[in-house]
Structures are given as C-alpha cells and as structure tokens.
C-alpha cells in the first residue's frame, strides 16, 4: 500500500473499539431481559442502552469498515495511491465527531428512540445531528470512490476494472443512493420537530422514507463481507474465484434489486397500499437472486481449492480443504449462517408468512443471524487479512484467530437460534421485560436464558479479536507477503462495457425507486390531517 | 479495444436487463393491483380504476354513518405530549391569588393539607388544567368542583394550572416510606413492571417515574382514601374522563386488593 495505512488502520480501530463498546451493551440487554436476573426496573435504561448498539452497530460499524476497506482497495487493486487524503482524514474526522455528538444525548438518556429512530418519538436534536455528521462522512468517502475509479479509467482506458473496487464502488453508489430516504426523513420532518420548530409529525411518511434507507443499508452493511468472499477467500485458501463475471452480476444485481423492496419492512402499516406491499415483495425475492449466485460461485471456487488440493470424487474435495486456514472457517461459518439467515429472510419478505413473524424476536434473530453473524464474521477476516499490509507485522497467533472465529460463529448461533424459536411462539420484539412466571411465558424461559448465555461467548470472541489485533499490531515488524487478491479460472482481459460501467445499473436502480416508492410518498405527502404530535423522549418529569 | 455503446438496443446486455426489468415490475403489478385485490369485494367493488386506486393505497370511505360513533367524548381538552415547557411568573402570580381565594379551604394554602380532595402542590400543570376544564364541561363530575369552576375564564385555569405545578410537591401522605419494610411487594410490581399478560401497564410507565404521559398525574403525596376511590370510581366507570379509557382498562383488571394496595403505596411515596 502507499499512502493509507494509517488512514485504513484509524478506521478499523475505531470500528472495532465502538463495536466492542456496544458489544458490551448487547449482551448486558440480552441478560436483564432473560429470566437470569430481576429485571433492571427502569425499561427507559434498557432503551438507551438498545438504542447506543443499535446506532454503533448499523451505522458506526459498517460505514468504518466499509470506508476503510475501500480505500485500502482502492490502493492494492487500483495499483494507485489514494487520491484525495486529505479529504478522506477529513471524512473520518467528521465522521468520528458524529459518532460522540450522536453518543452523548443517548447516554444522558435525551435520545432513546431506538437506531430506527420510532417517529413520533422524538430525541435530542444532537442525536440527529451526529448521525447525520456520520452520513456526511461517508458521502465524502462515495465521493472519492468515484474520483479514484475514474483516475484510474482514464489511466487505463478499455481494461476490465478490477473485480474488488467494482464491487467497492457499487456499495458507494447504493449507499450514496439508499441514504437519501433517511436524510429526507431527518432533515425534513425530524429536525424541526427536534429543534422546536414543529410540534407535530407525519410519522407514517417517516416510516416510509425511513423504508427507503432501512433494507438497502443492509446491502451496503453487506457488500465487504462479499468483496471478501469473491476477492480474497479463494486464493487464501489456494483456489481461483470461478467466474469473475457471475461476481460482476451479482454485484449489479445488489445495485439493482438492493433499493426498491423496503416497504417489506411495513407490512402491516396501515399507510401503505396492499399493491406496493406486493411489488416490494416481488424485488424482495429478486434480491435473493445475488445471493444464490453467490453460493454458488463460492462454492464453486472452493471446490477448484479442493481439487487443485488433491480432493477426488463427488465429496472428497471437502476434506481436501485447508480447514485449518482462518479464511476457510470463516467462509464455512459465514456460509452456514448466512444460509439459515437467509431461509429466515425467505419468510420475512413474503407477504403473507411475514404476518407470522411481524415485530416478534424472529426478526431480531434473524437481522443478528445475517449481520452479526455472516457478515461482521467477514468483517473480522478481512481484518485479519488485511492486517500485516497495514501494520508490517504478523498475525499474532493463528491459533486464537481460529478460537475468535469459532466462539463468534458458536456464540452467534446460540443467541439467534433460540430467538426465532421464541419470536415463533410470539415473544414481541423492543421489549424491556418479560415475565417469565406468567403460564403463556413459561416456556420460552429457558430458550431466551440459552441466548443470553451466547451473549457472553460473544463477548469473549469480540474482546479475543481486539487482543488479537492490539497484539499483532505490537509485535516484531516483517515484510508482509505482497498482497494478491483471487485470481479467476480464466484470465480477465476483457469484459463486456456493460460489466465494467455503472450508467445502465445506476439508471435502473433509480428507475425502480422511482416507481416503487414515488406513489406512496407522494400521496402521504399529498394527505391532510396525517400528522400526530410528537413524543419528546426524556422529557421533563 | 473499442468500447461498446452500453445504451443502445444493439448491446444485449442493455435489451435483456432493462427487458428483464420491465416485465416483472409489470407483471407484478398486474398481480399486485388489478389480480390479487379482484379477490375481495371490498377492493374490486367499484371498477377497475377503484381496485387499482385502493391497491395503491388511496384512502377512500366505506363508513357510512355518522361521525359520532360513542356519543360525548371522554374530555374536551387535546393534551399534547409533555415537552419542555415553562410557565411565566406573571401567570404563577396570577393563579396564586385566584388558589388563595377560592381552593385553598379544601386544597391547602400551599396545595398540601389532606382531606377528601387532592394535594395539588408541585402537580403538573396539564393536569391541572385538563381536570378543572372537564369539571367545567361536567365531563369529571363533582358537587364542589363544577360550581366553583363554572365561571373561570381558560386563561385563569392555566394561572391555577402554572401556580400549582411552580409549587415544591407535597410530603408522602401515610407513613410507610419509599423503601419500607411495609411496602407491599405486589403492589411495587403492579406500579414499576404492571402485568403484561393482564394487559395492565405500569403505573409509572405514564404517572412520571419512569416516563410521563400528557393528563396522568403523579401520585405521591395524595391520600389512599383519595386514590382508592378514584381506582373504584374508574373501574365502575363513575369517573369516565381518561382519554381512550386508559385508566378505566386498567382498573378494570385490578383486584380490590390491588387497588388498596397501589393506594397505600403512592400514599407512603414523596
């Protein structure tokens, strides 16, 4: 790398010291409300502190990594130093000050609105603020996606970008885009209720515009994890990326498919029109496309690691493997949980099983399962991967690497299994306390008190991972191996423009939002008499 | 190499995907809007373009009745959630002469002596006024109450409301303590946790220690005579001006044991 070591390894360590942070929190929410202890008393401590996770989580976390991967791609792959640093400690520093300003009013308890803010409750205007700053931050990270991307066209004109910053740059675009509906909701309709100015809010419209941002995020949250799985897992693992053009689908299909389906989050709102609800169900099941694709390119690749390893026959290229590699366990473990995850997100998109499991603990479960699980796992692998290029020195121990991964995937499983198995008997989801003594309850106590259990092994796997990486960084400086990512079966000389272009993607992505959302929100928009007063969270008592 | 057009309907990938896209945001729609509402009546009863408009989402009335569906409302007043207001002096002022005159036999000078009516000291102030505007309408009815608020102008009700809420709250009623060795362990329940399965929330969750709705009132420093027989008076619906009948679904589900109980334990509280 040349110029943004320091600036990749400032974005990591503060993703992973939030990360932790809020890692803490989790687990201390999944405790009070299991039948393990007396309930804590106060349901508003247990919202500050669910608010605190969820906002470090969803918004802190991922846009670090994601940033910092970035920028870390655009300098291995592009072969080029990162053009607009200053800008980029900029962003960082916008985006770090975003995060205390947004931290601040939650802790003193002035903002437990929960990370999906919940209009017509409404928090401190710092609260706003600070994530809005975060928003900012990135925007200027979009920005510079572009810029490289394009220094680099010019640079090389006719050749194929290369597969990781083409995908790097479909997140920016998709999050560049998926951000506006909650900016529009915060800038628009938050704030000025915050401020003071207003009294009332339209807070159906918000839930909408909220829609907007809140299933595309997921994508962006999601795209390193799978830059990791086409880019560095199989040559980690001694095998070739089987199709670099499935990759580059895939990846459009994210861009395409990632933003028109939000309003599957609001099947029951009485706001929206049974019709949109279908269409959004419809592009739900259309983005379950990248996926599979996905699977099966991997497995594809890892299948050629097997048999370039010596495996024979239908299955014995599995126990060819290099099992006891980090990046074949974390595919294996990202794999298995983003199967299950994503047979659950099967039944939460369709329209009439999601009835079944609409704001029950499934949800929770299964938005855990996915992120928390085979996606942060891919976080840490890319990490670890990434490590000795940005601090010149060795992993510190394979061997607790393998722990780390094997107590997250372990603990990440005993949390979220046992709650879709509750969220299936009905518990409800945001809920501080439960009682267990009642008869309709009684039976999820042990499952829920299971889960909390796995909160702890979580724990120890998430404090593992920074002694892991403090260590490393402390350690005897080498030269690191120059840095390779997957080579593909067949040589990428060219591809076709259409694959290495993002016009026509952007166009679409666009065009569906357009017909997927314009309705519904002008006709909110349009609506007398649909604004209900505000709540103000810690308010004066 | 020649780059290729990518917007041209010669490039296949552009045909196919835009192609792609197109038929099944259209099929679906057809689905979505014309099909699936063509199953219900309520949907499809009026034309196409009405199925159509309804699976989009336009409101439209069904209702056709009058507007009034219960008869009188519960309160006349529109309680807007607490935020963070203050009140001027002028206005504290003003309701302390209109309180020294005309409450205070019952009420205390400082909104504190115990009787049958209520310490009004330290309450908050839309409380206050939304209690005195439903005795004005009789909406919460009282023998005492309704003539002596009858000719209040609204801006002396929100003096009063000002005056009573500037006021230090009144000491615990009953001896018993915060933290008691008396206290009643289901009754400390009831208040801080309620009892979801019964579908009864926490007292505090709206009556201010833990979180505060507009219109519930705190608690403390009222007698349990005072507080028993409002629980009572709800639950039989004597007393009917709750908005939504909050509090008439909750004491509905309590034991009378449960209401002596809560009683005694926001009587002994600050």
């Given at each position: 790398m040349f110029l943004a070591k320091r600036l990749v390894l400032a974005h990591f360590w503060l993703a992973f010291i939030a990360f932790l942070l809020a890692l803490f929190l989790g687990s201390w929410q999944?405790?009070?409300?299991?039948?393990?202890?007396?309930?804590?008393?106060?349901?508003?401590?247990?919202?500050?502190?669910?608010?605190?996770?969820?906002?470090?989580?969803?918004?802190?976390?991922?846009?670090?990594?994601?940033?910092?991967?970035?920028?870390?791609?655009?300098?291995?792959?592009?072969?080029?130093?990162?053009?607009?640093?200053?800008?980029?400690?900029?962003?960082?520093?916008?985006?770090?000050?975003?995060a205390v300003v947004a931290m601040v009013p939650v802790s003193m308890g002035r903002a437990s609105?929960?990370?999906?803010?919940?209009?017509?409750?409404?928090?401190?205007?710092?609260y706003y603020i600070g994530v809005v700053l975060v928003v900012v931050g990135s925007w200027i990270w979009v920005a510079l996606m572009n810029v490289n991307l394009r220094i680099w066209k010019r640079a090389n004109p006719g050749k194929p970008v290369p597969l990781a910053m083409f995908a790097n740059v479909a997140g920016a675009y998709l999050w560049a885009w998926t951000a506006i509906g909650a900016a529009l909701e915060i800038l628009l309709q938050i704030l000025p209720v915050a401020l003071g100015w207003k009294s009332t809010i339209d807070a159906g419209l918000a839930r909408v515009l909220f829609s907007w941002t809140l299933h595309a995020i997921v994508y962006f949250w999601l795209i390193p994890a799978y830059i990791a799985y086409y880019t560095i897992v199989p040559g980690a693992i001694g095998g070739r990326l089987y199709s670099d053009s499935m990759a580059r689908v895939s990846?459009?299909?994210?861009?395409?498919?990632?933003?028109?389906?939000?309003?599957?989050?609001?099947?029951?709102?009485?706001?929206?029109?049974?019709?949109?609800?279908?269409?959004?169900?419809?592009?739900?099941?259309?983005?379950?496309?990248?996926?599979?694709?996905?699977?099966?390119?991997?497995?594809?690749?890892?299948?050629?690691?097997?048999?370039?390893?010596?495996?024979?026959?239908?299955?014995?290229?599995?126990?060819?493997?290099?099992?006891?590699?980090?990046?074949m366990l974390v595919l294996a473990f990202s794999f298995v949980m983003l199967g299950l995850g994503g047979a659950g997100g099967l039944i939460n998109m369709s329209y009439q099983l999601n009835s079944t499991i609409h704001n029950t603990q499934w949800v929770t479960g299964h938005f855990h399962l996915i992120f928390g699980g085979a996606i942060v796992i891919m976080y840490f692998a890319i990490a670890y991967e990434l490590w000795p290029q940005l601090t010149g020195r060795a992993l510190y121990s394979l061997g607790l690497v393998r722990a780390q991964l094997w107590l997250w995937f372990i603990g990440m499983m005993v949390v979220t299994l046992p709650w879709h198995y509750v969220g299936l008997l009905g518990?409800?989801?945001?809920?501080?306390?439960?009682?267990?003594?009642?008869?309709?309850?009684?039976?999820?106590?042990?499952?829920?008190?299971?889960?909390?259990?796995?909160?702890?092994?979580?724990?120890?796997?998430?404090?593992?991972?920074?002694?892991?990486?403090?260590?490393?960084?402390?350690?005897?400086?080498?030269?690191?191996?120059?840095?390779r990512f997957s080579l593909a079966t067949h040589p990428v000389d060219r591809v076709p423009a259409a694959l290495n272009s993002f016009g026509l993607w952007v166009g679409l992505m666009i065009a569906l939002t357009v017909v997927n959302y314009s309705v519904p929100v002008f006709q909110l928009l349009r609506l007398q008499q649909t604004s209900v007063p505000a709540v103000v969270v810690g308010a004066q008592r | 190499m020649n780059e290729e057009r990518v917007f041209s309907l010669r490039n296949p990938w552009f045909v196919t995907s835009v192609g792609g896209i197109l038929s099944v945001a259209v099929i679906s729609a057809l689905i979505g809007f014309i099909w699936l509402p063509s199953a219900n009546g309520d949907f499809s009863g009026h034309g196409l373009w009405a199925t159509i408009c309804s699976a989009a989402g336009t409101p439209s009335s069904w209702y056709g009745g009058g507007a009034n569906l219960n008869g009188a409302p519960p309160s006349e007043v529109v309680v807007l959630p607490p935020g963070h207001a203050s009140a001027d002096a002028a206005s504290i002022g003003r309701g302390a002469t209109i309180a020294t005159q005309n409450c205070s036999m019952c009420h205390g000078v400082l909104g504190t002596v115990q009787v049958t009516a209520p310490a009004l000291a330290g309450q908050y102030a839309d409380v206050i006024y939304k209690?005195?505007?439903?005795?004005?309408?009789?909406?919460?009815?009282?023998?005492?109450?309704?003539?002596?608020?009858?000719?209040?102008?609204?801006?002396?009700?929100?003096?009063?409301?000002?005056?009573?809420?500037?006021?230090?709250?009144?000491?615990?009623?009953?001896?018993?303590?915060?933290?008691?060795?008396?206290?009643?362990?289901?009754?400390?329940?009831?208040?801080?946790?309620?009892?979801?399965?019964?579908?009864?929330?926490?007292?505090?969750?709206?009556?201010?220690?833990?979180?505060?709705?507009?219109?519930?009132?705190?608690?403390?420093?009222?007698?349990?005579v005072y507080l028993a027989a409002q629980?009572?008076?709800?639950?039989?619906?004597?007393?009917?001006?709750?908005?939504?009948?909050?509090?008439?679904?909750?004491?509905?589900?309590?034991?009378?044991?449960?209401?002596?109980?809560?009683?005694?334990y926001y009587a002994a509280q600050p």
């Open positions: 999944m405790l009070v409300r299991s039948p393990l202890l007396p309930w804590v008393g106060d349901p508003e401590l247990y919202y500050r502190s669910v608010t605190a996770h969820g906002t470090v989580m969803a918004y802190v976390l991922p846009t670090l990594v994601a940033m910092g991967f970035g920028y870390a791609i655009v300098e291995l792959a592009l072969r080029q130093p990162l053009v607009g640093l200053k800008w980029a400690w900029a962003a960082f520093f916008i985006l770090a000050v975003g609105v929960l990370f999906t803010f919940y209009p017509p409750m409404i928090g401190s205007p710092l990846f459009i299909l994210f861009l395409i498919f990632a933003m028109p389906i939000g309003i599957h989050h609001l099947f029951v709102d009485p706001q929206v029109g049974a019709g949109f609800k279908f269409l959004h169900a419809v592009f739900t099941g259309m983005v379950s496309v990248p996926t599979l694709l996905t699977v099966f390119t991997i497995c594809a690749s890892v299948e050629i690691a097997g048999r370039l390893r010596g495996g024979q026959g239908a299955f014995g290229w599995l126990a060819a493997l290099p099992w006891r590699n980090p990046m518990a409800p989801r945001r809920m501080a306390y439960y009682d267990y003594t009642a008869p309709g309850l009684e039976q999820q106590a042990i499952w829920v008190a299971m889960s909390a259990i796995g909160g702890f092994v979580l724990v120890i796997s998430g404090v593992l991972f920074i002694y892991i990486l403090a260590k490393s960084q402390l350690g005897p400086l080498v030269q690191p191996k120059e840095f | 209690e005195l505007r439903d005795y004005q309408s009789g909406q919460r009815a009282n023998a005492i109450m309704q003539p002596i608020i009858q000719s209040r102008s609204d801006q002396d009700l929100h003096d009063l409301a000002a005056y009573y809420a500037s006021l230090q709250r009144a000491a615990p009623a009953e001896p018993g303590g915060a933290t008691g060795a008396a206290q009643d362990v289901d009754a400390v329940r009831l208040a801080m946790q309620g009892d979801p399965i019964r579908n009864i929330a926490p007292c505090a969750a709206c009556h201010g220690q833990l979180d505060r709705k507009g219109a519930a009132p705190w608690l403390g420093g009222q007698s349990s629980m009572q008076h709800f639950a039989s619906g004597e007393r009917h001006n709750d908005i939504n009948e909050q509090m008439r679904n909750v004491a509905r589900h309590l034991t009378p044991q449960e209401i002596d109980g809560l009683a005694k």
